[in-house]
């Protein structure tokens, strides 16, 4: 199935009316347990289920209105680099009429430098703005679909606090949607710890596509990615952090090494970043509950709750802390 199929198919469910402009706010997100592996890479289809926690108020507003003639996109208020603009206008191919173009402005209020303004929050600001303007009138799983054939991890951003994206099996993709856990944690803390801002040589695309079919490593990564999906869940019921916390670090760790074990090689970690580990499991030897999960890049993202910030703080004076839930 193309994606242009499936989106034919969620349109036919289409209930309203066309606007005349759409906004929306997506927060970026986390994930705890990784997205890492596509078993269909033309419907963004993942090998295994994740979950995510929402970073609050940071992530993506997009505004949304029909354009007389060509696209024209804006990013953070600046005509958008190519790339950029060329991938988005790639993305609403697949919802336009013949001779329908957009005016897209979207802006960022993630701290592009640690590495957070993904394509998640971006796709799926895009979508619910999409949804206004073009009256669908779907519900939060038909637009996280929509979402993850823009981005996989888009389709978890379309929720606040802990959301799951279900892996699926179907070969449509209908049952690959993400849905919110509705379950608050009002201490839980994430920390962002900037090593680079450069731009990363290798995509996150390229890199699962390069691990899933290289690394020996690989074949054992579906069956823990499973283990801890269902382990962050208990976690998450219990309130047990010292589970969420480990389960979520090894987990990266875990994906990370299926990395290193591809070829090319593929290792997204700095020396800064190793130091940084080593720094977090010190101070969980000295009596800090402190984790850290890291993406496809070199920064990373520390996990504590409210009562350890201040000593976080002081091993750490340049995190950037942020409160999921505000
Ligand atoms: C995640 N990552 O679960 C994992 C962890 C990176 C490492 O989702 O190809 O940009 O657009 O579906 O969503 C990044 O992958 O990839 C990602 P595509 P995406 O957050």
């Known amino acids: 199935m193309t994606r242009q199929e499936l989106v034919n198919v969620l349109l036919k469910r289409a209930s309203g009316k066309p606007g005349t402009r759409g906004e929306a706010f997506a927060p970026a997100n986390i994930a705890l347990c990784k997205y890492w592996g596509k078993r ?15 970073l609050g108020k940071l992530g993506t507003k997009t505004v949304i209105k029909f354009s007389k003639t060509a696209d024209k996109i804006f990013l953070n208020g600046k005509p958008a680099p190519k790339a950029f603009a060329a991938r988005l206008s790639a993305y609403l191919d697949l919802f336009r009429n013949e001779g329908q173009f957009f005016e897209v402005r979207t802006k960022n209020n993630i701290p592009t ?14 979508v619910k703005a999409l949804d206004q303007l073009l009256g669908w009138g779907f519900n939060p799983r038909e637009l996280s679909m929509l979402a993850r054939i823009g981005s996989g991890s888009a389709s978890r951003s379309l929720y606040e606090g802990f959301a ?21 944690w009002p201490s839980l803390r994430i920390g ?12 996150s695309t390229e890199g ?12 054992s990564w579906p069956k823990q990615a499973e283990c801890d999906f269902d382990e962050l869940r208990t976690a998450i019921a219990a309130e047990d952090f010292p589970m969420l916390g480990k389960t979520a670090e090894n987990n ?20 800064q ?54």
């Open 164 to 184: 799951v994206w279900h892996a699926g099996q179907r070969a449509d993709g209908m049952d690959s949607y993400a849905e919110a856990l509705n379950r608050e």
């Open 252 to 271: 990266a760790l875990a994906m990370h090494s299926t990395m290193l074990a591809a070829w090319p090689p593929l290792c997204y970690w700095k020396p």
């Open 273 to 326: 970043s190793i130091a940084l580990m080593q720094k977090v499991w010190a101070a969980r030897e000295a009596g800090i509950e402190l984790y850290f999960t890291m993406d496809a890049g070199p920064n990373l993202k520390l996990l504590f709750l409210k009562e350890d910030q201040a000593a976080v703080k002081a091993l750490f004076p340049k995190v950037q802390v942020v409160n999921p839930w505000i």
């Open 192 to 203: 962002i710890l900037e090593v680079s801002k450069a731009r990363k040589k290798t995509g």
């Open 208 to 219: 699962m596509n390069r691990t899933s079919e290289t690394s020996e490593l690989y074949e």
């Open 113 to 126: 430098a640690a590495g957070l303004a993904s394509s998640a929050s971006g796709f799926a600001a895009l």
């Open 40 to 54: 269909d890479a033309e419907l963004n289809l993942p090998v295994n289920s994740s979950l995510s926690i929402s």
